[in-house]
């Protein structure tokens, strides 16, 4: 069973940048499709961007494309690399993985692991 774990949240402005990571306790690369979701305060957890096991597809939610872009290595971490942030990207992140590695998944009930999630919050 993969661990996951974030990091890298925090504050920031908005207009601003943030990367948040997501480390495996095993060798994702490949065999797992990855991806973060994020539920904001009183809201139901949402899909954000997903990436297929060998890192050829990505997919991104319309609120965050062309702000965010996710990426992965050939080990143990995927990345969410977080610009232009707004408030309204305020919410915590979680990394998820899927062993539907061919495509890169969008919804949740496709996941199998999920991470403990790491607080970004976007100030004005």
């Known amino acids: 069973q993969v661990q996951l774990v974030e990091s890298g949240g925090g504050y920031a402005q908005a207009g601003g940048s943030l990367t948040i990571s997501c480390s495996a306790s095993?060798?994702?690369?490949?065999?797992?499709?990855m991806a973060w979701f994020r539920q904001a305060p009183g809201k139901d957890r949402e899909f954000v961007a997903s990436?297929?096991?060998?890192?050829?597809?990505t997919d991104y939610a319309d609120s965050v494309e062309g702000r965010f872009a996710i990426s992965r290595d050939n080990g143990y971490t995927v990345r969410l690399q977080m610009s232009s942030l707004r408030p309204e990207d305020t919410a915590v992140y979680y990394c998820?993985?899927?062993?539907?590695?061919?495509?890169?998944?969008?919804?949740?009930?496709?996941?199998?692991?999920w991470g403990q999630g790491t607080q970004v919050t976007v100030f004005s």
């Open positions: 998820a993985a899927s062993l539907y590695n061919a495509t890169a998944p969008t919804m949740g009930e496709l996941f199998h692991y």
């Open positions: 990436i297929s096991g060998n890192g050829h597809r």
């Open positions: 095993e060798q994702i690369f490949v065999t797992y499709a």
